[in-house]
């Protein structure tokens, strides 16, 4: 079953896959499988299987066909072009055919390529001559394609059948080059605080191959080797079940139709379209502890909103960008920032920012710190010793501590024509072992302990207006 030369000419459209399925997950690698049907013969014999991706991870091969078994395959994936041509053309005889640039009459000589190390050499008669890239009209003429030459990658197994005839023959490999992204369109509506959301699968190819009519399924999760998902944006993780297909951990994105993923194209399907979606704008800004501003700071502005199904998108989302879109004054959509977001159960709570608020600002300053008693006590410290990687002793030591009395002040200012609220956070409240003792001793808006390292509060600030806020801790060092 060697290849012909009219192979390399065939129609660039045509393929000789099967019935292709493609599944493609989020780190890079795919499954592709692919039912030909094959006329095989009795006993030994190979199979050629061309039009497989270039980059198929061989060893993952699995090939399967009735009354048949497997002794032997080989990958060539030494394609057609015309650097490998004149390399796999070492020893050969070719004709150069020359133009004369003044009359354009060709003119033939018979050559040997000796070499293409750095550059073509070849034999003419008795001389010796280098082929140069100097624009000059000169092309190869080959007399036939060198053996294991590809005009496309090609899988070919040897295999033992026990009968002749025509039958299903599949093959089932990896490989990496293509992959999947999600992004996510939000039309964000402030007035009637919602948003349209339309989500997009964004393939991409860069395997080699065209698969051509595929059956496509996308993967949505972290198969091990890829990178662990990690959800900033995420206020609340959701506790409901997606109405999705799951394979062990991960969630299946089937294309509705199939479709043929061309090399080197990215292509974009719909998987997603949701509309009147609750949401709010917030704003936000977490304050380092003792954060002494030498200047206002903006606040940041987030959209929050649900997954969940009552009121939310209704569906699991797989790790992509969110673009954010509100119309101005004339109805027409205007992008106002994007984020990401990471695998996100259905019922999660998000609250993506989009950027700095243009309008309103907090300068935090430390206001006053003073020690709350001169008496000083003792306070506990443990060590623990090792040797060897081995405990050895627990070692208590005192150490005298004082309690201390901290004021924060936050300089709010709203330069816009409507009040607004913003989400003040204290961080950095537990200090670890030496002052995780801590109390709140006045703050002018009661807060919600976050956990124990954060305390929020939610201050109004007026139109047009400025506030001060200021919260007072007592904390032990």
Known sequence: MAQSAADTIADPDATAQGDVSVTIYQNGQSLVQDIRQLDIERG????????????IRAETLSFAAPG??????????????????????????I????????????????????????GVVVQIGNRIEVLRDDGLPVRAVFDRVP?????????????????????????RYLTPGLGWTADYVAL???????????????????????????NTLLVAGNPNGGRRNVNRNMVRAGTQSANREQVGEFYLYPIGARTTIANRQTKQVSFMDVQGVAARKVYSRTVGWMRNDSNPVNVSSEIAFSSS?????????????????????????????????GHTPMGSELS???????????QAEVEKREVLTSSEWQKTARYIVYEDGEEVARVD???????????????????????????????????GWWSRDYRIVSEDVPGTQLNADRRKWVVPIPANGEREFRVTFATRY
Do not use: C
Not at 76 to 81: E, I, P, Q, S, Y
Not at 161 to 167: F, I, K, L, P, Y
Not at 352 to 362: H, V
């Open 44 to 55: 030994r014999s190979r199979i050629e299987f061309p039009d497989v991706s270039a980059q």
């Open 352 to 362: 993506l920012r989009t950027g700095d608020a243009f309008d309103i600002f907090i």
């Open 147 to 171: 053996p294991n030459l590809r005009a496309r990658p090609t899988l070919s197994v040897n295999v033992q059948s026990n009968r002749a005839g025509t039958r299903p023959a599949s093959i």
């Open 309 to 341: 199904s009552e009121g939310g998108l209704g569906d699991a989302l797989p790790a992509g960008t969110v673009r954010f879109y509100q119309r101005d004054s004339k109805g027409t959509p205007q992008f106002i920032g994007e984020n990401r977001i």
């Open 397 to 431: 030591e005192e150490r005298p501590t004082k309690f201390w009395q901290t004021t924060m002040r936050y300089t709010m200012t709203n330069a816009k024509s409507v009040p607004v609220e913003v989400d003040l956070v204290q961080a950095g409240l537990d200090r």
């Open 68 to 93: 048949t078994a497997i002794v032997e395959q080989n990958f060539d994936f030494d394609l057609l072009t015309p650097g490998k041509l004149m390399e796999k053309a070492i020893g050969q005889t």
């Open 188 to 214: 964000y509506d402030e007035g009637k605080d919602t948003i349209d959301m339309q989500g997009w699968v964004t393939l991409a190819n860069t395997t080699g191959t065209t698969f051509h009519n595929a």
């Open 95 to 118: 004709t150069l055919v020359r133009t004369n640039p003044a009359t354009g009459a060709e003119t033939r000589e018979r050559a040997k390529i000796l070499s293409t190390a750095g």
